[in-house]
């Protein structure tokens, strides 16, 4: 473990204060597989915004599929029209910027949006392609060495798992 210490839950409504500011009054959040679909089933809950969010999956999209397969993620679920759609996309840390590429293939697969923003809890900086959240909640540095994952437990509260890659 790291000597860094996030607070997941103040982080949070920082993103919820920014994602107000995104949204309109059709706006329609989707969260990436899994912290990012947390973020977005709760800040759905916490805005009062009508129906549900989606779920999206990077997975089939990834540039590394035939190292990691399809056990490193769940499934793409919009229970909306994407064509013609104002999308939010959530997610817990940008960092590469290779999720989001994924992501925004996957979700033109099922169909147009007229428009995708993006927010995040973390940016650690890193960008391999030119990727940028419209609202980061927090930037932080940290090593290659280190990875920052969004964690949730039984209540919903989150936190962060720092871990150092082998």
Known sequence: MSALALDAEALYQEL????RSLCGADTRLVGITSGGAWLAQRLQRDLGLVGESGQVSSVMHRDDYAQR???AG?????????????????????YTGRT????????????????????????????????????????????????????????????FDVENKA
């Open 74 to 94: 769940g499934q793409t679920s919009l229970p909306f029209e994407v064509d013609g759609a104002d999308i939010l996309v959530l997610d817990d840390v940008l």
């Open 100 to 159: 989001i590429r994924a992501v925004l293939n996957e979700l033109f697969d099922y169909g147009r949006p007229a428009r995708v923003q993006l927010a995040v809890l973390v940016d650690r900086g890193g960008r391999q392609l030119p990727v940028q959240a419209d609202y980061a909640a927090a930037r932080v540095a940290l090593p290659e060495t280190q990875s920052l994952a969004l964690a949730r437990d039984a209540a919903g509260k989150f936190s």
């Open 69 to 71: 397969g399809l056990a």
């Open 16 to 19: 919820l204060r920014g994602v």
